[in-house]
């Protein structure tokens, strides 16, 4: 079956680095991507999103890229700070779909 | 700001007990959903509701089944609890009136059958 997946379960960066977290997706029908951010002891929160009428979309410290030649999605975090550490999920959504699907999450260590 | 609360933050329970799970949401959204999280699988769909009274089943529904008698509570429940029901449940809502059907999330409720 067609599902978003992330290609590292674990991602450890330096404070002060940029991270990056990747997502690779293959439902070709779908149009709209979110990252979510999970803190421990939380629910995930909301990010940032991206249509897939657009490659690129800037958040404060985060960049959303998508390619959609290759199915790929990556999520950008510039000076990565210890309130970065979470586990990150990737989403995706067909056009009018109330539905989301999601990978299966990368934990970001932050090391001090 | 959207607030999605879960009846429980932890739960442990027997295998065959019937369990209740709440989530409440006080936004007036149409839609709400359960998912179960656990480790190297992501958040898998058990159920979702558009409405009031209406129901559909996600990607996991064997063994749960779901109320929504009013707009702004989604119940879950496991008729009988088995140990491989152990997980992480969390509840989220989203409007239809939102474009982006961004979907908010409770805290989860972590449930451990024994």
């Known amino acids: 079956g067609e599902s978003v997946g992330l290609h590292l379960p674990t991602l450890s960066v330096q404070e002060g680095d940029n991270s990056i977290i990747n997502c690779a997706y293959s439902n070709s029908a779908s149009d709209y991507f979110i990252w979510y951010k999970q803190e421990s002891g939380k629910g995930p929160q909301f990010i940032i999103d991206?249509?897939?009428?657009?490659d690129k979309r800037q958040g404060q410290r985060v960049t959303v890229l998508l390619n959609k030649t290759v199915k790929h999605l990556s999520l950008q975090i510039a000076a990565t700070q210890p309130g970065d550490s979470a586990v990150y999920f990737c989403?995706?959504?067909?056009?009018?779909?109330?539905?989301?699907?999601f990978g299966a999450g990368t934990t970001v260590t932050v090391r001090a | 700001d959207v607030k999605v609360t879960q009846s429980s933050r932890y739960l442990v329970k027997r295998t065959g007990e019937k369990v209740f799970l709440e989530c409440v949401q006080d936004m007036d959204h149409e839609n709400m959903f359960w998912y179960r999280q656990d480790p190297g699988l992501g958040l898998r769909l058990i159920y979702f509701s558009y409405d009031v009274k209406m129901k559909e089943k996600g990607d996991i529904p064997e063994g749960y089944s779901v109320s929504r008698e009013k707009k702004e509570r989604f119940s879950l429940i496991l008729e009988s609890a088995s140990t491989n029901q152990t997980s992480m449940y969390l509840c989220a809502s989203s409007s239809s009136r939102d474009r982006r059907y961004e979907q908010y999330f409770g805290p989860g409720t972590r449930l451990t059958v024994t």
């Open positions: 991206i249509r897939s009428n657009m």
């Open positions: 989403a995706e959504r067909e056009s009018n779909d109330y539905k989301l699907s």
